[in-house]
Antibody, heavy 121, light 107 residues
Framework: QVQLQESGPGLVKPSETLSLTCTVS??????????WSWIRQTPGKGLEWIGY???????NYNPSLSSRLTISLDTSKNQFSLKLTSVTAADTAVYYC?????????????WGKGTTVTVSS | IVLTQSPGTLSFSPGQRATLSCRAS???????LAWYQQKPGQAPRLLIY???NRATGIPDRFSGSGSGTDFTLTISRLEPEDFAVYYC?????????FGQGTKVEIK
């Protein structure tokens, strides 16, 4: 079955760039039926959708993050990635990647286990 | 679209019926409303999509209903493993948003 695994640094300094990668196994990021999404979770704000990318390269970002955010796809490695620039303590969160069905129904049916990112000097 | 889940915490005994509410700030097509369960230290797990369709492997004690701005998740008989936090999510308008969650705790 499809599995997702997040990877990246657990600690990022303020003002630097947060970079995470999600590796997909058991399925392909080039499947036309799915978006590939990032979500984060904090105790204060709960679950926050960050954005998604489609196999065509089309992306959709949360406007609250869009000026600092890039989501990209690497089909050769079956991965998708997130880059968030100029981070602050408010970006400290558990970051999840997920597969999002995008047909008649929309839902996130496969999630990674999540990775904790702390922004601190 | 703001999703409001109230109350924040519900207390039940195993075997009881639980009804959780999710109210949207504007109308959401049923096709674009999902429910998730999250246990401590775990990622959310899809329970219900399209407001009323159970995801693969989800027991039939879980059911969803509703339309427009009011949606409900019902757990007919609470099992010990059902005590968790439940979130609704909408995909009707970007950005997708989640409710703040309802914690179902053991009384």
């Amino acid at each position: 079955q499809v599995q997702l695994q997040e990877s990246g640094p657990g600690l990022v300094k303020p003002s630097e760039t947060l970079s995470l990668t999600c590796t997909v196994s058991g399925g392909s990021v080039t499947s036309g039926n799915y978006y590939w999404s990032w979500i984060r979770q904090t105790p204060g704000k709960g679950l926050e959708w960050i954005g998604y990318i489609y196999y065509t390269g089309t992306a959709n970002y949360n406007p609250s993050l869009s000026s600092r955010l890039t989501i990209s796809l690497d089909t050769s490695k079956n991965q998708f990635s997130l880059k968030l620039t100029s981070v602050t303590a408010a970006d400290t969160a558990v970051y999840y990647c997920a597969r999002e069905a995008s047909d008649f129904y929309y839902y996130m049916d496969v999630w990674g286990k999540g990775t904790t990112v702390t922004v601190s000097s | 679209i703001v999703l409001t889940q109230s109350p924040g915490t519900l207390s039940f005994s195993p075997g009881q019926r639980a009804t959780l509410s999710c109210r949207a700030s504007q109308s959401v097509s049923s096709s674009y409303l999902a429910w998730y369960q999250q246990k401590p230290g775990q990622a959310p797990r899809l329970l219900i999509y399209g407001a009323s369709n159970r995801a693969t492997g989800i027991p039939d004690r879980f059911s969803g209903s509703g339309s427009g701005t009011d949606f409900t998740l019902t757990i007919s008989r609470l099992e010990p493993e059902d005590f968790a936090v439940y979130y609704c999510q909408q995909y009707a308008g970007s950005p997708w948003t989640f409710g703040q969650g309802t914690k179902v705790e053991i009384k």
